[in-house]
């Protein structure tokens, strides 16, 4: 999905959800690859760092995925530039 298209879906009230059940997913999953590195002890290939008082929650990768979409291309994919958001909410120290 191109960030164009998920901004178009998040908009539309009969895609809403589905858009946004879709995003927190895509970052769930980022969330639990990043934690499985870590668990076999490949920390410094982490993708992100969320601190232990910070809860990773569904409110918390839309806003990423907000970011997302103000600050990349429509073209560009939605996957990437929520990735990219995460690392800059949460970059690996």
């Not at 908009?11 to 690859?33: C, H, I, M, R, S």
């Not at 103000?70 to 958001?85: I, P, R, T, V, Y």
Request: glycine share 4%; aromatic share 12%; hydrophobic share 40%.
């Amino acid at each position: 999905m191109t960030v164009k298209e998920y901004i178009i879906r998040s908009n539309n009230p009969q895609t809403k959800l589905a858009t946004e059940d879709y995003a927190v997913a895509v970052g769930q999953g980022f969330y639990w690859y990043s934690t499985a590195l870590a668990a076999r002890g490949a920390q410094k290939d982490n993708l992100f760092c969320v601190p232990e008082n910070a809860p990773f929650t569904s409110a918390t990768i839309l806003r990423a995925a907000n970011q997302a979409t103000e600050k990349s291309n429509g073209d560009a994919a939605f996957e990437l530039s929520l990735l990219q958001a995460l690392v800059e909410m949460f970059p690996y120290k």
